[in-house]
């Protein structure tokens, strides 16, 4: 079993809309939760990160943490075709242990 | 803002050559790390480094080492190419406290024949 699933989409969505982007994980010792969007041939972007569970808005998104259903998520509001892109969950028990899930690709039809 | 860099965007070798990849950060970080990207196996940790010299492996080490003379500059080396190493390769920079909070460079993207 893979430490992080993230379905792999492809997600379209038209302009204007909530996306919903999913990982879960199966390590109860992951503390460190990342969101990172990656633009095609270029390399990923942090975009949010928590600590914990919880949530963490900052302007369209906004990052949940529920670590007794070991799931995060990244919800987008009032999608834009600049979000188009592929999503990479991250998460972390530690300097040298990082887990990225394999990343969604989503695509804001205008 | 954090810059991290790569030497080369795009890279093509043949199999037993020897290649280096070299990686600058300019925000002073302690950490810097190695990463491999491949469709369907997301990013993968090959080495990473925590100071100067220091060196770590991740969970994909073998046919690779690095080199950290300075704190700016981490270099991954593949000592004998082969096609099974061709792919994405991303370096990434954090600092000491906030050594989740990673930024990545552009890439190479490494082709072995």
């Known amino acids: 079993q893979k430490e992080v699933e993230q379905d792999p989409g492809p997600l379209s969505v038209p302009e204007g809309a909530i996306v919903s982007l999913n990982c879960t994980y199966s390590?109860?010792?992951?503390?460190?939760f990342m969101w990172y969007r990656q633009y095609s041939r270029k390399g990923p972007e942090l975009l949010m990160y928590?600590?914990?569970?919880g949530n963490k808005e900052d302007g369209r998104f906004t990052a949940q943490v529920d670590k007794s259903s070991k799931y995060i998520s990244l919800f987008i509001r009032d999608s834009q075709p600049s979000d188009s892109a592929t999503y990479l969950c991250a998460m972390s028990k530690g300097i040298d242990q990082f887990y990225f899930g394999t990343g969604t690709s989503l695509t804001v039809i205008p | 803002d954090v810059k991290v860099t790569q030497s080369s965007r795009y890279l093509v070798k043949r199999t037993g050559e020897k290649v280096f990849l070299e990686c600058v950060q300019d925000m002073d970080h302690e950490n810097m790390f190695w990463y491999r990207q491949d469709p369907g196996l997301g990013l993968r940790l090959i080495y990473f480094?925590?100071?100067?010299?220091?060196?770590e492996k991740g969970d994909i080490p073998e046919g690779y080492s690095v080199s950290r003379e300075k704190k700016e500059r981490f270099s991954l080396i593949l000592e004998s190419a082969s096609t099974n190493q061709t792919s994405m390769y991303l370096c990434?920079?954090?600092?000491?406290?906030?050594?989740?909070?990673?930024?990545f460079g552009p890439g190479t993207r490494l082709t072995v024949l």
């Open positions: 480094s925590y100071d100067v010299k220091m060196k």
């Open positions: 390590n109860s010792a992951f503390q460190y």
């Open positions: 990434a920079s954090s600092g000491g406290t906030t050594y989740n909070e990673q930024f």
């Open positions: 928590t600590y914990s569970s």
